[in-house]
């Protein structure tokens, strides 16, 4: 976001920019920004799903390097869209590019800057657990920054161009130029290596008057303005000094920006370069250049009393009606902006996955748990406009908000005070999971659970056996051999990632409806339930080399996790699932719990030793799980643990502790 070019013309003219040794300060951070910079110049992987943990491990690595040198971080987020959509030109191009070039990664393996559609989560997840002060605006974040920059007298931390326009009286640290792995220590002190930027600065080399700069940003066009689109282009080259090159457009028209005093003067003046315009056009750019410069004025900060009182500011009147419970969460970032975007705009958009073009788009299988999130939101008989993928272009789609039998006891203005078991019945309704049959399962594991068994059902094509084996193994397990398996070399497998694509929609759209729903299941820790590249790896090594159980004799308690799902199975009722509004029917329940049963072989030779192992640590993962508490789910391993603990009581209880540290 932000003045196309101005980046690239600030990388020629360093000069303007100022070496700066940071420490000791408070810092405001564009969290958007921020966690964009960080996943994708960790070189993290983008196209198997994510690489939640170890993108967790380097937000905790930020953060202390911030503190060990004093500086007290403040993370302020975006919220929702605007409700006058002033950008949605520029949203929607992006978002037909991103489509794009996410097909070209799915078809040739190379990254093309796809965001994992888990990383926003797992980044506000970690902030919160290292207790560092964060924000979400109702809005954009930009402007919420700037205001409270300039009222602390703070500097910004931003890769955003847009904050080279705002005047910033401690100025702008382009995070481009951030060092923060290269701290540099002076006695007792610590500092940050990075570079400053003033507008001063820059009006100064450029000779312009500084009341021009939100001017400049309007004729150069911005998010808000396109100049093109008017048909009101000026070719800015013209009056570029000799050797402008790539940066001629932006220097020739800061040149003709030297001659004049006033925003209104300037654009006076470029209107006279358009060519002949009739009345009505010129006063249609006259509209648009204006709007794009009153976005630099900046209004007394919303934030100020958040981060120093904890009282969340008032809605605007542009959001009038929407419950004032919504308030405090929002802006502690515990509710998705989403719960903004549906009632306000009747709109919903969806991150991009690394998918071919031809296949369907992965956010279909979630559409139920969203439909009745939108009806809590907007009530029955309404519509939605979901912005779906379709090939290489995006398809708008209305879709029927929906109730559970539950849902339409509650009401959104006092959703916040609605009895916890009623909130809990609305959510497990919307996954087709009776309340029952969760209580085998850890309470941390029981919505990740509860998604598997929607996915299961939903999926489509339907998720074959290795990868809900791998999934399985991923989730109970996936700490004690992440890292283990080398990064992923063979090429990229459409069919997994399509499969693992619709789980994490499906997994995204129910933490939004906990959410919504004031978290009545436990919310998991992302970072440490699913990695990509780790349950890639497990498919391929089970489906190309032949191994059953990679894995699985040194985790058993995936094997407690499996019949823990499997006991959830049992317990649900044949259902239809639908795809895309058309009715499909698939296999029997039935059939599919008999397939899930193949999909942990027991052998019955094994090592007398291994036994042993797996009926001690099992025996530990059964009584913590409650899974004996179901009639249903047996297993070998209890008989055998009787057997083996007799033989062997010190074995027993060594690797007893051996299944403790592997949860």
């Known amino acids: 976001m932000g003045v196309r070019g101005l980046t690239t013309l600030l990388e020629k003219h360093r000069k303007i920019y100022r070496d700066l040794h940071l420490f000791q300060c408070r810092l405001l951070i564009d969290g958007s920004n921020l966690y964009h910079w960080l996943y994708f110049k960790s070189g993290l992987d983008q196209n198997h799903g994510g690489e939640y943990a170890a993108f ?118 382009p995070l481009s130029d951030f060092q923060w792995e290269a701290v540099e220590r002076r006695g007792s002190n610590s500092y940050i290596p990075c570079k400053s930027y003033y507008t001063p600065s820059f009006c100064g080399y450029f000779e312009i008057q500084h009341q021009l700069l939100p001017a400049f940003a309007a004729l150069a066009g911005n998010d808000y303005v396109k100049p093109h689109r008017l048909q009101a282009g000026v070719s800015w080259n013209q009056f570029a000094p000799a050797g402008g090159g790539y940066t001629g457009h932006m220097e020739g028209l800061l040149c003709w920006l030297q001659n004049f005093q006033k925003p209104q003067e300037a654009f006076e003046a470029a209107l006279g370069l358009m060519g002949e315009l009739s009345a009505n056009k010129k006063a ?36 009038a009606g929407l419950p004032d419970w919504f308030r405090l969460p929002l802006i502690q970032a515990r ?49 939605v406009i979901e912005r779906v993928r379709e090939g290489l272009q995006l398809r708008f789609i209305p879709v029927k908000t929906a109730s559970t039998a539950s849902s339409l006891q509650l009401s959104l203005q006092t959703l916040d005070k609605a009895d916890a078991s009623l909130r809990l019945k609305v959510l497990l309704e919307a996954l087709g999971v009776p309340e029952a049959s969760l209580a085998p399962v850890l309470p941390a594991l029981r919505l990740p659970v509860c998604v598997t068994c929607f996915w299961l059902q939903r999926a489509q094509p339907p998720a074959d056996e290795e990868v809900l084996k791998a999934l399985l193994l991923g989730l109970s397990s996936g700490d004690a051999f992440r890292g283990a398996l ?11 990632s399509h499969s693992l694509n619709q789980w994490q929609s499906c997994l995204k759209s129910s933490l939004q409806l906990n959410q919504l729903l004031g978290l009545p299941l436990p919310e998991p820790a992302l970072s440490r339930l699913f990695e990509g590249t780790l349950v890639h790896q497990l498919v391929h090594r089970m489906r190309y080399r032949g191994e059953k159980r990679p894995f699985l004799k040194e985790n058993p308690c995936s094997v407690m996790l499996f019949e823990a799902i499997q006991a959830v199975l049992h317990q649900i009722p044949p259902q239809e699932s639908h795809r895309t509004g058309e009715d499909r029917q698939r296999q029997p329940l039935d059939d599919l719990t008999s397939t899930l049963q193949q999909l942990f072989p027991l052998e019955e030779e094994e090592e007398e030793e291994e036994e042993e192992e797996e009926a001690s640590s099992s025996r530990w993962v059964q009584e913590n799980l409650r899974l004996s508490e179901l009639p249903s789910v047996k297993t070998r391993f209890t008989v055998k643990h009787r057997k083996n603990r007799s033989k062997n009581p010190e074995l027993a209880r060594k690797v007893e502790r051996r299944g403790r540290d592997l949860l």
């Open 56 to 173: 967790a491990a380097l937000i905790e690595r930020f953060v202390k390097v911030l503190r060990d040198c004093q500086i007290t971080p403040y993370i302020v987020l975006d919220g929702g869209t605007d409700i006058l959509e002033k950008k949605n030109e520029t949203v929607m191009h992006r978002a037909v590019d991103r489509i794009k070039r996410a097909h070209r990664a799915a078809q040739g393996g190379q990254h093309e800057n796809i965001m994992p559609t888990l990383v926003n989560l797992v980044f506000r997840q970690t902030l919160r657990r290292l207790d560092v002060q964060v924000a979400q605006c109702y809005g954009e974040a930009d402007p919420e920054i700037a205001a409270l920059a300039r009222e602390w007298q703070c500097p910004v931390l931003s890769g955003d161009s847009d904050f080279y326009i705002y005047d910033l009286p401690e100025g702008l640290l």
């Open 284 to 319: 249609e750019v006259m509209k648009g250049l204006n709007l794009g410069m009153e976005e630099y004025q900046l209004p007394p900060s919303a934030l100020k009393k958040f981060f120093t009182h904890g009282i969340a500011p008032p809605f605007s009147t542009e959001v």
């Open 335 to 383: 509710l998705p902006p989403v719960i903004l975007d549906v009632p306000l705009l009747q709109k919903m958009s969806f991150s991009v996955f690394v998918d071919l073009a031809a296949a369907p788009s992965a956010h279909l299988t979630a559409r139920p748990l969203r439909q009745v999130m939108y009806g809590l939101l907007l009530g029955e008989g309404r519509e």
């Open 486 to 496: 080398p990064p992923p070399r063979q090429k990229l497998d459409m069919q997994v």
